[in-house]
């Protein structure tokens, strides 16, 4: 007589554990990617290795980034987004240790340490999509923003940690502790992920509807006008943290420390004004009319910015750059938010790939652009010319009817504890 299993308990879906995860492990994997930008100065200094063989591997991370993003959205789609971040977190696990080994080679296999760094980078991305779906599928639309603009705050927490400990680590000769901490921080979040993360409910297709018909871009170009307005608006907040140091040192006569300081402050206050902003936008039960209002108030901020430096008032300098950091990093959220609502659970995946690989193409174009671009009419006139990419998203940005609801609200409850089951 056979003795049939007991039923296994289902598992219970925590969203704020699920989102303290979430942010982690988006914060470790920009570590991984941006670790490499720190290992310049000694790959060239002590290695021997030119500027463009340096930057060419701080480059790789984010280029295997930018080509998996889409990939793992549909993953994530199809299988769900668990096993995404948790494969995608132990490839990165696996190539970072890969990079430690070539890295302590004599001969230093360069495009091997390059290659590793690139599939290092690739496995990041899966956390890049399926965190953000984990969010917008457990939380509901009166919440989405708030926890969507704490996931937002994971680049710049991820970047400071780098900045603070990476140049410690590899100040003693070797890029070893630097690749280990690396690799422990994301080997954390993969077992991290695998505890906590539960895939959100997949809503069925109505009777009579194919797959290929939940496609959101064949509905409407809502999702594409979306992503033309997250690439315009990523153009000065990319300037604006390349060229701000810079900026203030040469151009405004500042000294590094008071310099930095002043960067180090724009960035922490941004990322507390994606939270704003995305409470403001459950507020007003929209994420298109606050991104509206961001990118009316990144003009004019843009524009005092290059008036207070064409003048060279410290005070006004300061403030300025400020409020213009601040208001150009606050669309992330929404903008990405909007594109996880519009696609639907069956498209969120590969429409957040999409929305992400089209600011990392932007973002790659604005560097050497905007600097050709000061060299030519200066600072104060670039970060006036800057005011035109928000200027241009304006009549691109859908309107606040776009917003409607694709799907029914999802079951998970942001307050509290949601049972379903073990499988998923």
């Known amino acids: 007589m056979t003795v049939a299993s007991p039923p296994r308990a289902p598992r219970t879906a925590r969203p704020w554990l699920m989102l303290g995860v979430g942010v982690y492990a988006q914060a470790a994997g920009t570590v991984v990617a941006a670790a490499p930008a720190f290992f310049i100065p000694f790959l060239h200094t002590q290695r021997g290795l ?5 930057g060419a591997l701080a480059a790789a991370p984010n280029v295997g980034l930018v080509l998996t993003l889409v990939l793992w959205g549909w993953i994530a789609d199809r299988r769900g987004e668990r096993g995404v971040l948790v494969a995608g977190l132990l490839l990165t696990t696996l190539a970072v240790l890969g990079a430690l080994f070539v890295s302590g080679t004599s001969t230093g296999s360069l495009w091997i340490l390059g290659v590793l760094l690139g599939i290092a980078g690739a496995g ?12 917008v599928g457990w939380f509901p639309a009166n919440r989405r923003g708030l926890a969507m603009g704490i996931r937002q705050t994971c680049q710049p927490l991820g970047i400071a940690a780098a900045a603070l400990a990476i140049p410690a ?28 993360i539960v895939d959100p409910p997949r809503h069925p297709l109505t009777p009579g509807t194919t797959a290929a018909q939940t496609n959101p871009y064949r509905r409407s170009g809502t999702l594409a006008r979306i992503h033309a307005v997250s690439a315009l608006l990523v153009v000065p907040q990319t300037a604006l943290s390349t060229f701000g140091l810079v900026w203030l040192i040469v151009d405004q006569g500042w000294s590094a420390l008071a310099a930095g300081a002043l ?4 960035q922490l206050l941004g990322a507390f004004g994606r939270i704003a902003v995305g409470v403001l936008s459950d507020r007003v039960g929209s994420r298109l009319q606050p991104l509206r209002w961001i990118a009316l108030i990144g003009v004019a901020t843009l524009l005092l910015t290059a008036a207070a430096g064409a003048v060279h008032w410290p005070w006004a300098v300061a403030i300025t750059y400020v409020l213009a950091s ?3 990093v606050a669309d992330n959220g929404l903008a990405f938010t909007a594109v996880a609502e519009i696609s639907g659970s069956r498209w969120a995946g590969r429409a957040l790939g999409i929305q992400n690989s089209g600011q990392f193409a932007a973002t790659a174009l604005v560097g050497p652009a905007v600097g050709a671009l000061i060299t030519v009419i200066g600072y104060s006139g670039a970060f006036a010319l800057l005011a035109l990419a928000p ?10 009817e776009a917003e409607t ?9 942001a307050g509290g504890e949601q049972p379903v089951s073990s499988d998923s």
């Open 169 to 196: 680590l590899i100040a003693g000769g070797s890029l070893a502790p630097a690749l280990i901490l690396c690799a422990v921080l994301v080997l954390i979040a993969a077992i991290a992920c695998a505890i906590v």
């Open 263 to 266: 960067v180090a402050i724009a």
């Open 391 to 400: 200027i241009i998203a304006l009549p691109i940005l859908p309107g606040r």
């Open 50 to 54: 030119s500027l463009a063989e340096a």
């Open 124 to 135: 990041t991305g899966s956390v890049n999509v399926a965190s953000g779906r984990v969010v």
């Open 326 to 328: 601040c208001i150009a």
């Open 405 to 413: 609801a694709h799907e029914p609200e999802p079951r998970g409850s």
